[in-house]
């Protein structure tokens, strides 16, 4: 499966956007999807996770509240809304797929070619 990932941009502190990652392929909807993301300087961390049918989601406690992940099958999508965001949060982001959720990066199979998300002060 080949992922493409977008919606990363510029935002104040406080505020909201959405990621998107589209998938190719027509087996989108049996892999569990993750977002993960990287600062500077920083190893990779999982951010959120999302089973097959969407009905199980997973979060990384510092995410947890603000962030919400979900998927859209039909269209071979997975979304990542991310409100309240915090100058933290700064990173480039990553959608990845893998038969299986875990939170370990190099687990994964398939991964999108990220997209940065800025948010100032």
């Known amino acids: 499966v080949q992922l493409q990932a977008s919606g990363g941009g510029l935002v104040q502190a406080g505020g909201s956007l959405r990621l998107s990652c589209a998938a190719s392929g027509r087996t989108f909807s049996i892999y569990d999807m993750g977002w993960f993301r990287q600062a500077p300087g920083r190893e990779r961390e999982f951010v959120a996770g999302i089973s097959p049918s969407g009905t199980r989601t997973y979060y990384a406690d510092s995410v947890k509240g603000r962030f919400t992940i979900s998927r859209d099958n039909a269209k071979n999508t997975v979304y990542l809304q991310m409100n309240s965001l915090k100058p933290e949060d700064t990173a480039v982001y990553y959608c990845?797929?893998?038969?299986?959720?875990?939170?370990?990066?190099?687990?994964?199979?398939?991964w999108g070619q990220g997209t940065l998300v800025t948010v100032s002060s």
């Open positions: 990845a797929a893998r038969l299986g959720i875990t939170r370990n990066p190099p687990d994964y199979n398939y």
